[in-house]
């Protein structure tokens, strides 16, 4: 049995569409839908029942999905204690970040760049938690309130956050206006609704917000453009020329943190940058909201 051929399989029992599991993989839907023919022509059984909604396993399928974990998890294993012991300063390094953090890692990748130039650094900018255990990326740089137990990196600072508008928003509502009755942009989540969704629906009485966008970036670009208030960090909104209307709210306090997985922690190229990484943030303070108003 050929393990292309499982992993395609295992893309699309998590996926549920060819399209979603090629993307994924990286190949044509194609090339997914053919290796799967080829699997179940092996095994000699309907693996996948198509359904308008996508594809769902068949009782056959869920068997051989939980054997084709069990292989992939000792594969990645083997790969990470592989990996784990390189000792070259070089070779490919994934760091993994939400886009509202770029600006403030441009010093650091530039540092760990001049430092090491053999090592080829890949920094990927999504909103998904990349699955470090699956080699999805060696070094996480992410806001958690309580990362993984399973990864092992360092808090670096608390980050607070605040209601803030542009200037010319301000100006056109008045700084005194209840929160409630401003225009919201909400940042979402696929994965579930935030606690900023939650307080813009409590505080608005479900009144509808203006949009709700995936990235951080992209409601700091409206947010400037006075096309609404957003909840942001102080770290993020004051550089973008953003003005504080109200009060933080502690409840939604988190914290960036740098991780890794335990089998990664000593190799070379990981180390190295998480060091330059420390070296960079040293002084960075608490991004804690300083007073009750803007």
């Not at 292309?4 to 549920?16: E, P, S, Y």
């Not at 808090?155 to 200037?167: F, K, L």
Request: hydrophobic share 45%; net charge negative.
């Amino acid at each position: 049995m050929n393990w292309d051929d499982l992993r395609m399989f295992l893309a699309l029992a998590r996926c549920g569409t060819l399209k979603a599991a090629a993307t994924e993989l990286g190949v044509s839907h194609s090339t997914v839908s053919r290796r799967l023919d080829a699997l179940s022509e092996a095994t000699g059984a309907t693996l996948f029942d198509k359904t308008p909604e996508g594809f769902v396993l068949t009782a056959a399928g869920e068997q051989v999905q939980a054997l084709a974990e069990e292989m992939e998890s000792r594969a990645l294993s083997l790969e990470r204690m592989l990996v784990g012991s390189d000792a070259r300063l070089s070779g490919q390094l994934r760091v993994t970040t939400v886009d509202v953090l770029v600006p403030q890692l441009a010093g650091v990748v530039g540092e760990f760049v001049q430092r090491y130039p053999d090592v080829d650094i890949t920094l990927q900018t999504e909103n998904r938690l990349a699955d470090l255990s699956r080699r999805e990326a060696d070094v996480s740089i992410r806001l958690h309130s309580n990362p993984s137990d399973h990864l092992v990196g360092r808090r670096v600072a608390r980050v607070d956050w605040a209601p803030y508008a542009s200037t010319e928003l301000v100006e056109r509502m008045g700084i005194d206006t209840p929160l409630s009755e401003w225009p919201w942009l909400v940042a979402y989540d696929e994965r579930g609704v935030t606690m900023i969704e939650k307080w813009v629906a409590s505080a608005t009485g479900d009144r509808k917000p203006v949009a709700r966008v995936d990235s951080g970036q992209t409601a700091l670009a409206l947010a400037g453009r006075g096309q609404g208030a957003i909840i942001a960090s102080p770290f993020f909104a004051e550089p973008a020329g953003l003005v504080r209307i109200g009060p933080a709210f502690p409840d939604m306090a988190n914290y960036i943190w740098i991780l890794t997985h335990p089998d990664l922690r000593q190799t070379a190229r990981v180390r190295a940058f998480m060091d330059v990484f420390a070296e960079c943030t040293a002084d960075l303070p608490d991004l804690a909201a300083c007073s009750d108003n803007g």
